[in-house]
């Protein structure tokens, strides 16, 4: 079964400096997705940013890039400047191409971003 | 507006008291799911559907059930619900398959079983 690890179940950052979530997973798939969503205090499941698992190219919305190492099982999430808003619960998501669609979650990543 | 919606968005209950918790989409989605959330354990899937009538247990199934009637709704159902499915629920939906058909979620219904 396909397990995914967040190491950090805390983490914190000055507001406008740069902080790196990391993400490990468990899989013997080829073909998968990987996800990171954020869940602020109003308990809103939010996608920040996806990648598929054949591309080398690592993703990036706006202040959030990701470092995908396919190799190592790895998926860090990068924010940079960040910004109040961007504290929140963040969850790494693993999820097989085809069969059941289900996403297989981290236990979460709470970022506290300081003023 | 395209969404997900949950009710009752919070419920407070006994042991042994049946409750349903309704989820509806207005995406005309295939795929539908719930989910638990609790703490340090992160979300795990309840149970899912792929589309009309077609339903699968997810990792933590025990104690519940779902039907699938229509397209866009999917209750979930705790027939004698106990303090152990106290958690943070979420429904979620998305259309079949590729990366780009993301998962929506609902708001979540905060459930607590006395």
């Known amino acids: 079964a396909q397990t995914v690890t967040q190491s950090q179940p805390e983490m914190s950052v000055q507001e406008a400096e740069t902080v790196t979530l990391s993400c490990t997973y468990d899989t013997s798939e080829s073909d998968y997705y990987l996800f990171w969503y954020k869940q602020p205090p109003s308990r809103q499941m939010i996608l920040v940013i996806r990648?598929?698992?054949?591309?080398?190219q690592n993703a990036t919305e706006n202040r959030f890039s990701v470092n995908f190492q396919k190799a190592a099982k790895s998926f860090s999430l990068k924010i940079s400047d960040s910004q109040l808003g961007d504290a929140a619960m963040y969850f790494c998501a693993y999820r097989r191409q085809g069969g059941s669609e289900k996403l297989v979650f981290g236990k979460g990543t709470k970022l506290t971003v300081n003023p | 507006e395209a969404q997900v919606t949950q009710n009752p968005r919070y419920l407070i209950t006994v042991t042994g008291k049946k409750l349903t918790v309704t989820c509806s989409q207005n995406?005309?989605?295939?795929?539908m799911s719930w989910y638990r959330q609790d703490p340090g354990l992160g979300l795990r899937q309840i149970y899912y559907?792929?589309?009309?009538?077609?339903?699968d247990k997810g990792d933590v199934p025990e104690g519940y059930k779902v039907s699938r009637k229509e397209k866009r709704n999917f209750p979930l159902i705790l027939e004698s619900p106990s303090p152990n499915q106290t958690s943070l629920y979420f429904c979620?939906?998305?259309?079949?398959?590729?990366?780009?058909?993301?998962?929506?979620f609902g708001p979540g219904t905060r459930l607590t079983v006395l």
């Open positions: 979620a939906s998305s259309r079949r398959q590729g990366i780009y058909n993301e998962q929506f």
């Open positions: 995406m005309n989605h295939e795929y």
């Open positions: 990648q598929e698992a054949y591309k080398q």
């Open positions: 559907s792929m589309n009309v009538e077609v339903t």
